[in-house]
């Protein structure tokens, strides 16, 4: 079973900046794709990045393109989420996420974190 495991969040003010880190227990076929999710108040699971292991390809949402900077370090499983210029419209629990594909994951990911929370105040 792959475990990921997410650090970083906390508190910022807007047009600060944070990184998220995820730790993967094991790079395997069934975990080519490792992104972050989030989640708002009231809200639904919201799509965020995305990046392959091996070529490092990324996805972005719309909503974050130029903002967030998504990386990985594959000697240590780990995958980053830089986030800059931050707005209380990013304020949620960020989750970490894998799949076989970024495609994959966009629709859903096998394989899931605990959270992290992330506020931003105005």
């Known amino acids: 079973q792959v475990q990921l495991v997410e650090s970083g969040g906390g508190l910022v003010q807007a047009g600060g900046s944070l990184r998220l880190s995820c730790v993967a227990s094991?790079?395997?076929?069934?975990?080519?794709?490792m992104g972050w999710f989030r989640q708002a108040p009231g809200k639904g699971r919201e799509f965020v990045a995305a990046i392959t292991w091996s070529f490092g390809s990324t996805s972005y949402a719309d909503s974050v393109k130029g903002r967030f900077t998504i990386s990985r370090d594959n000697a240590q499983n780990t995958v980053f989420l830089q986030m800059s210029s931050l707005k209380p419209e990013d304020t949620a629990v960020y989750y970490c996420?894998?799949?076989?594909?970024?495609?994959?994951?966009?629709?859903?990911?096998?394989?899931w974190g605990q959270g992290t929370q992330v506020t931003v105040s105005s």
């Open positions: 996420a894998a799949d076989r594909s970024i495609l994959a994951l966009k629709t859903g990911g096998d394989y």
């Open positions: 094991e790079r395997t076929f069934r975990t080519v794709a």
